[in-house]
């Protein structure tokens, strides 16, 4: 009899549950769309560069959507972009493909008076007319270390539950071959306040979800590490899952400058804000800027600049 009762109570229970399942419509008012900016202007120190460095130069541009809109950004079509340096020149950044992707892709008449656009040391200015409206951003190229070779260690099966990780290789060092002839682990450029944004891609397949973005302040994750060999917990995280003899593995490295190592961190922290402790999301900064102060119509996104330098091994 008492089973019976139990039985019956769980089935009501059930039963009041499923009924609160009914879908729920949000209307949310929909706010006047901006013109998003994802641009940054590189330069490849590393042998595999094409032309001494010079690869074609993009910057992105698209307009916001709904929050609820899946759909991918609609591209901000009819732009006049140009990027100016401090030598004084122009670039003019073209959409060929009136696909939102504005480029820049020569000239390249390369001397020791007319260097490639992108270099450390040079700085930008990034002007956007778009819908009447003129936009301007600034980016300084910081200098990287060049990257020459990885190491790997395996390591045995690390039982985790759901995560366990297999066993496989990790990447156990960066290194730069020095003067001697000799390769030493990668040291942070000299100068308090050089970051870096990491990136690594397993046979051309980059690890692009924000749990992995790997960001680095000098050598370690702040103040107090300048010209030393990067730190073990970042040369790890080099390594988001296990590899395997024969995969061919590519290390990044982007000297990103303090404000984008800042506006990076908080946009990870947004795209990572879930789970039980999830805080009210909020706007992470833009340092695209309307010239017109009094203007209504405000831009979104990031202009940065990059010197990269890159390594590419196969697991032994």
Not at 12 to 21: A, P, Y
Not at 203 to 227: C, E, I, K, W
Not at 232 to 256: A, K, M, N
Request: proline share 7%; net charge negative; aromatic share 14%.
């Amino acid at each position: 009899m008492i089973w019976r009762k139990l039985i019956l109570f769980f089935g009501i229970v059930t039963l009041l549950l499923s009924s609160c399942e009914d879908p729920i419509s949000i209307d949310l008012e929909e706010g006047p769309s901006q013109l998003t900016v994802d641009g940054f202007i590189k330069f490849y120190l590393d042998s595999e560069a094409l032309n001494l460095g010079v690869e074609t130069q993009i910057i992105k541009l698209r307009k916001t959507t709904a929050y609820f809109n899946n759909k991918p950004a609609p591209p901000a079509l009819g732009a006049e972009v140009t990027v100016t340096d401090l030598l004084g020149r122009t670039f003019i950044f073209k959409d060929l493909n009136s696909n939102g992707n504005y480029e820049y892709n020569g000239p390249f008449v390369l001397s020791f008076t007319n260097p490639p656009l992108g270099f450390p040391g040079n700085a930008y200015r990034l002007n956007i007319k778009y819908e009447g409206e003129e936009y301007e951003a600034k980016a300084y190229m910081d200098s990287v270390p060049k990257l020459d070779s990885l190491s790997f260690v395996f390591k045995e099966q690390l039982i985790r539950g759901p995560d366990t990780l297999q066993a496989g290789y990790i990447i156990d060092n960066i290194l730069s071959k020095e003067n001697d002839g000799i390769y030493y682990p990668t040291k942070d450029i000299k100068g308090e306040g050089t970051c870096y944004w990491f990136k690594t891609f397993k046979n051309n397949v980059f690890y692009n979800n924000p749990h992995n973005m790997l960001t680095a302040y000098d050598a370690a994750f702040g103040p107090g590490s300048d010209h030393v060999p990067f730190v073990l917990p970042i040369v790890h995280s080099l390594s988001p899952e296990r590899f395997y003899q024969g995969d061919t593995v590519r290390v990044e490295c982007w000297s990103i400058g303090l404000p984008t190592y800042y506006f990076l961190n908080m946009a990870q922290i947004q795209m990572t804000n879930e789970g039980l402790f999830a805080t009210p999301p909020t706007n992470v900064p833009s340092n695209i800027e309307n010239k017109n102060k009094n203007s209504k119509n405000k831009a979104v996104g990031w202009f940065s600049a990059a010197a990269i330098s890159r390594v590419t091994e196969i697991v032994p």
